[in-house]
Nanobody, 127 residues
Framework: QVQLVESGGGLVQAGGSLRLSCAASGRTFSSAATAWFRQAPGKEREFVAGIVAGITWKVGNTYDVDSVKGRFTISRDNAKNTVYLQMKSLKPEDTAVYYC????????????????WGQGTQVTVSS
């Protein structure tokens, strides 16, 4: 079992920055693929970024191709069992609940392929 706890969400003005954290406990985390998803009200959950064993894979699949690329950066600190999502130049359309998820295998953009999920942290970007 892996337990995931997100933190770092909040209210920020457009153009601002936030760093989300996902702290993991339980089963060996360093070999797990970890991803950030987000879900805005009335919209489907979407993959934001994923990382495994130091290889970063970033995809913005629902919005424009520029929606997160160049603005969001995923990283991990295996010593702290923590994955981060650094978000800058935030836009109102980034408003969503952000979830951390983990799986043993490669990074997937499909939420149902992840076995472990955190409770989510709200990010609200005001215009």
């Amino acid at each position: 079992q892996v337990q995931l706890v997100e933190s770092g969400g909040g209210l920020v003005q457009a153009g601002g920055s936030l760093r989300l954290s996902c702290a993991a406990s339980g089963r060996t985390f360093s070999s797990a693929a970890t991803a950030w998803f987000r879900q805005a009200p009335g919209k489907e959950r979407e993959f934001v970024a994923g990382i495994v064993a130091g290889i970063t894979w970033k995809v913005g699949n629902t919005y424009d191709v520029d929606s997160v690329k160049g603005r969001f950066t995923i990283s991990r600190d295996n010593a702290k069992n923590t994955v981060y999502l650094q978000m800058k130049s935030l836009k109102p359309e980034d408003t969503a609940v952000y979830y951390c998820a983990a799986r043993y295998g490669g990074v997937s953009t499909l939420g149902y392929e992840y076995n472990y999920w955190g409770q989510g942290t709200q990010v609200t970007v005001s215009s």
